[in-house]
């Protein structure tokens, strides 16, 4: 059974950093290619920021993200990361870490999902 755990939300300061974590557990090649991390604010669809896939390290950041966010994984922890630095406002969402044998910004082609985590920035 394939379960994503996602932790490091939290409020920061506009220019600040921090670091998401999604613990990844029943995955074989089978069943999961890419890890993503999309974000969701309210009113606002959701939003595909970074793709790693999981056999090759091959990543993928939105335009929106790139030069400040960074996707990685450990395999040693099966742990998916995504660090961001310089945050802005307007980085603030719902982020959700999703998993699936497709690598692509759309969020219908990830069957896995995790419960999300809280990103806020002040300005």
């Known amino acids: 059974q394939v379960q994503l755990v996602e932790s490091g939300g939290g409020s920061v300061q506009a220019g600040g950093s921090l670091r998401l974590s999604c613990l990844v557990s029943?995955?074989?090649?089978?069943?999961?290619?890419?890890t993503a991390w999309f974000r969701q604010s309210p009113g606002k669809e959701r939003e595909g920021v970074a793709i790693?896939?999981?056999?090759?390290?091959?990543?993928a950041h939105a335009g929106s993200v790139k030069g400040r966010f960074t996707i990685s994984q450990t395999n040693a922890n099966n742990t998916v990361y995504l660090q961001m630095n310089s945050l802005r406002p307007e980085d603030t969402a719902s982020y959700y870490c999703?998993?699936?044998?497709?690598?692509?910004?759309?969020?219908?082609?990830?069957?896995?999902w995790g419960q999300g985590t809280q990103v806020t920035v002040s300005s």
């Open positions: 999703a998993a699936g044998r497709h690598c692509t910004y759309t969020d219908r082609d990830y069957k896995y």
């Open positions: 029943g995955r074989t090649r089978n069943n999961i290619v890419c």
């Open positions: 790693i896939n999981l056999d090759d390290d091959t990543t």
